[in-house]
């Protein structure tokens, strides 16, 4: 069976030989591929909601590695002990969820050596709590899947840089650094969306006299600021 591009893409970021929590974990997808891979020595695989868990445990029982990979139903980390995983994987849920399930377990994330996000938006403010909490950026990687772009963060344990300007906050300083091939992609998209929001306000005076507006506009442009400094021809 094949998991999709996007899944493995997030897997390579998982050092050998590491026992992982993958929390929110749906079908189980990713523990089950990075056991196959031989990569990693154990999962639990975490999930809130009743039938993510159901599914996620008929995947591995269809797998037959019950004794490799434990499902566990329940609120993020909440449902781990502190010293049971080395890196917790968190892939397809928003930035603001992904802070909240961080920020609610703190002994077992204090407990953890890696941290593999894949936020489906608010990367800024993923990026932004990461610094602020004693984690630094090791790597970021875009993956395209489909029409879609998928923004990957890891992190590690111990103080970089603290404080980035905002624009770096949302493109990834380590995608721009290393110019990422699908940067030009990655920056462009963050444009548009600040455009389409700006359209959308245009419509309304309120809106349109509103310090949000006067924040998107700047962003906007700070991000053209950007893309032209580095893909002007
Ligand atoms: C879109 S799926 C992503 C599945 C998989 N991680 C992937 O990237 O393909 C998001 C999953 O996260 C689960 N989830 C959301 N909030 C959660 C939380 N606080 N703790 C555990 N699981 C959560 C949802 O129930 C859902 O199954």
Redesign the pocket.
Known sequence: MSF?S??NA?GKWIPNGRRIV??????A??PVLLVQEGKITGAIA????E??CA?AQRTVDLYGLGNIIEVRC?????VVDPGEADVA?????GGV?MI??LE?SKAVVESLERLVL?P?NGAELLRSWLLQHNWHLHAEDLIPEGDKLYEVIVAEKGQGEKQLDDVYYEVGPLLLAAHHPLLAQHIKRLMDRYASLLIAMDNSDDAKHSEKYQEFLRRKNKLEELYYENYSS
Do not use: E, F, N
């Not at 975490?46 to 909601?49: P, S």
């Not at 994987?89 to 849920?93: D, E, P, Q, V, Y």
């Open positions: 999709g996007r899944l997030i993958d929390v929110g974990t749906d079908h997808y990713l975490v999930d809130i909601a039938g993510p599914a329940g609120d993020g980390l909440s994987a968190i892939a397809g849920m969820t909240d399930i609610k894949q489906m």
